[in-house]
């Protein structure tokens, strides 16, 4: 069957001339009303981000209890269009057939949503993270990583102590590893309303001793629980803090008399081939036929890795052992503080130190030792003290400050 052009054209005219006289007849198209419903269409997306972003954050903090990244909350807020984009196209295709991928205005339409989706998924991650800091909070959870914000400070059924993130060591105390300090800085601790200033001090240190296994803390805070200053330090385990300059540790083989014991003054002895004396030392421990002798150091070098005979010296015991066993036990620790000229304590007496003093050194003379409490203080004298850090920073301002500042208080 042969078809003329003629009427090939007479089809094509009569098919098409419908589909494109239509939008004619409708009139113009309404740009403004297409617009303004995609800007509100993407406006929606913005917030869904937004949302999408805070409860990814929020999760994140309770479970893991940290901050989430700004760039996991963004791509969480970003994912979250994009499936609903993929999700529309998806159904368009199959259901309705009307897909239109590959359109100049869905295309602008799509990075436009995804841009403002980026914009908005950080404040979303951060929003979310300070949310659920404030709901632990609100909550009375043990601590935060990070500032409670002021609202639940008012109101709120906690105080919250927020540690800062300069944490110096206490005198006297061995230093906190750095790591530790990393732990706690910036850590807001909670506690219940109602306590003392001196309850909430012994608190506190009571909850970093435990969770983070310090030492000694030292704080100081006002009545609304900011702190003023803050230390920790730790005690070593071990014979090491224990040696004096020159001395040294050394495990031997060796069998000790039974009633020998951690203190006791001995001989080594070699046995083999002829029995000599090695090296005197003082024993620190015994586990079987392993000894620990403390003992000068070229002498520890020395006999290392032998195999002796100890023989026990008879001996008191040694008030200054006695005392550090005693004191590495307990919070306080031993420091001195000279007397400064122009001091609260330049014109008092030993009795003015509300703690124990245990000898002073003047600027001229010998130790004075367990001096009285009626003992008159001169510049230049140097006071051994033993008490906790707060008393000893306490004495120390007492016994440097000016003339003018002498009558805030004594020790």
Known sequence: MVVSMPALAAVAESTLTPAVALPLQSGAVDYVGVLTRGAIRIAGLGVFSFLVALC?????????????SA?????????????????????????????????????????????????????????????????????????VDGEVGQLVKVVGRVVAVEIPDE????????????????????????????????????RVAARLREDYDVGYVDIDLDANGTVKYFAVGTRLAGIGPTLGPGMGAVAVRADPPNDAGPGDVVQVWRTDPTPERVATGELRGVADDVATLALDAADAERIAGGDYRLLTLPNDPSADRQFASVLRGADETMATVTVREGSALADGTVGDIKTIVAAVRPADGSIDPIPSRARPLAVGDVLYLVARPETVREVEAAASATAERGGEGDA
């Open 56 to 68: 990814v954050s929020a999760l994140y903090r309770w479970y893991f209890r940290q901050a989430v």
């Open 167 to 202: 944490i110096d060591d206490v005198d006297g105390y061995d230093p906190v590893a750095e790591e530790t300090k990393e732990k706690m800085a910036n850590k807001t601790l909670l506690f219940p309303r109602g306590l003392t200033v001196a309850d909430l001090e012994a």
């Open 71 to 143: 760039a996991l909350g963004t791509f969480a807020g970003v994912a979250g269009v994009a499936l609903y984009l993929n999700t529309k196209t998806a159904f368009a295709s199959v259901v309705a057939n009307q897909a239109a991928v590959f359109d100049p205005g869905e295309i602008v339409f799509n990075l436009a949503a995804f841009a403002v989706a980026v914009a908005l998924g950080a404040p979303g991650a951060r929003g979310g993270d300070r949310l659920a800091v404030e709901a632990f909070a609100f909550l009375g959870t043990r601590e």
